[in-house]
């Protein structure tokens, strides 16, 4: 039932032109659950995060956040939904000419009525859940990447969402920073009881916060289960991701030459 599941996805399929890039994915994500979306290159990965952000309109299939299809309700039902999401975009993408004050507010000045007080408290609160008290007045030029990192976590927390989605946290971060993230995701979960989604390819990582692990491949579903599954899967290919081995694939000659000829090859043999 929809009530038993935060964000469920229902025979996803996608293209970008002729190239399908889901192809019948479908996975339930229950409440208060951090869950790691894996995968190779072109697995299909962040296109799935984007569709979970209703940023993308699917081929076919559907994606319910909390009890609402999302490619079937009205701009202003969306827009409401948003309001009840946090992003932790890869870069950060924080406003280069406003203080790190100003960006954790701005969620708050677009979609409020708060006075200034109360929105300038609010702000400092969530800069002080991810360890960054103090450094409202600063420019984020001034910003270590850890820093920017937690910058954008206070930002995409500031209207305390239900559902929390990351694209790439740990991306160019050093170890101990990284892991003093994973600390923070964890602790955005239990004590704000947010759903959280993740796409990451640093394994340690997901090993140390995943409540479970969805693994893609070719825009399909390979296995999506606990740590344990996945470490212990037989599946090769998800062997393959865990033990950074590559894979070597029979190439069709005539299905390459068409690539690279636009088709003509083919006309003309």
Do not use: C, W
């Not at 002729?18 to 697995?43: F, T």
């Not at 920017?148 to 101990?176: N, Q, Y």
């Not at 955005?188 to 491949?217: G, Y």
């Amino acid at each position: 039932m929809d009530q038993d599941y935060a964000i469920r996805v229902e025979n996803l399929v996608t293209h970008y032109g002729p190239r399908k890039i889901l192809d019948g994915v479908n996975l339930a994500i229950k409440p208060s659950e951090i869950n790691i979306i894996m995968g190779g290159s072109g697995s299909g990965k962040s296109t799935l995060l984007r569709h979970m952000l209703g940023l993308h309109t699917p081929t076919s299939g559907s994606i319910i956040l909390l009890g609402k299809d999302i490619a079937r309700i009205s701009a202003a039902q969306l827009h409401d939904l948003r309001t009840n999401m946090g992003v932790s975009f890869q870069g950060g993408a924080l406003i280069s000419s406003m203080t790190v004050g100003e960006n954790v507010e701005l969620p708050l000045r677009e979609h409020t009525n708060l006075d200034d007080s109360t929105i300038g408290i609010m702000a400092r609160m969530k800069l002080e859940v991810v360890n960054l008290g103090g450094f409202e007045n600063l420019m984020p030029a001034q910003l270590s990447g850890g820093m920017i990192k937690r910058a954008a976590l206070a930002r995409a927390i500031v209207m305390d969402p239900k559902m929390l989605f990351f694209d790439e946290p740990s991306a160019g971060l050093d170890p101990v920073v990284a892991s003093e993230l994973d600390d923070l995701i964890l602790k955005l979960r239990d004590s704000m009881q947010m759903t959280i989604v993740v796409v990451t390819h640093e394994l340690e990582s997901a090993f140390k916060i995943a409540d479970r692990i969805i693994v893609l491949d070719h825009g399909k579903i390979l296995l999506a289960g606990s740590v344990e599954e996945v470490r212990n899967s037989k599946i090769e290919r998800v062997q393959d991701l865990l033990n950074r081995r590559s894979r070597h694939e029979e190439i069709d000659a005539e299905a390459y030459m068409d690539r690279l000829t636009g088709g003509t090859a083919t006309l003309q043999s």
